[in-house]
């Protein structure tokens, strides 16, 4: 089994920075990938972020690309979403997963999920 724990979410202002972490425990030496997803009330979940564990490669959904970055450090066994120039479109629960499998923009490919973590921006 897998857990995944999420913290940093808060209330913020527009044009404020978070950074989100997800700490990981449990059998997670055959994920592929770790990636971001949230879901904004009434809206379906959707994905912002992925990065695949072995090599560091990168990908986004293009509302947030050049706002958020999403790292991992090894040695914590954990993951990060820094958000810079938050605005209220990004107010959502953050959730991070964990995937064995390589389509990572892809909800049901990933097997674990965290609890989740609320972020609200503020106009």
């Known amino acids: 089994q897998v857990q995944l724990v999420e913290s940093g979410g808060g209330l913020v202002q527009a044009g404020a920075s978070l950074r989100l972490s997800c700490a990981a425990s449990?059998?997670?030496?055959?994920?592929?990938?770790m990636g971001w997803f949230r879901q904004a009330p009434g809206k379906e979940r959707e994905f912002v972020a992925a990065?695949?564990?072995?090599?560091?490669?990168?990908y986004y959904a293009d509302s947030v690309k050049g706002r958020f970055t999403i790292s991992r450090d090894n040695a914590k066994n954990t993951l990060y979403l820094q958000m810079n120039s938050l605005n209220p479109d990004d107010t959502a629960i953050y959730y991070c997963?964990?995937?064995?499998?390589?389509?990572?923009?892809?909800?049901?490919?990933?097997?674990?999920w965290g609890q989740g973590t609320q972020v609200t921006v503020s106009s």
């Open positions: 449990g059998r997670t030496f055959s994920r592929s990938a």
């Open positions: 990065i695949v564990w072995i090599g560091g490669n990168t």
């Open positions: 997963a964990l995937t064995t499998g390589f389509n990572l923009a892809t909800i049901s490919s990933y097997d674990y």
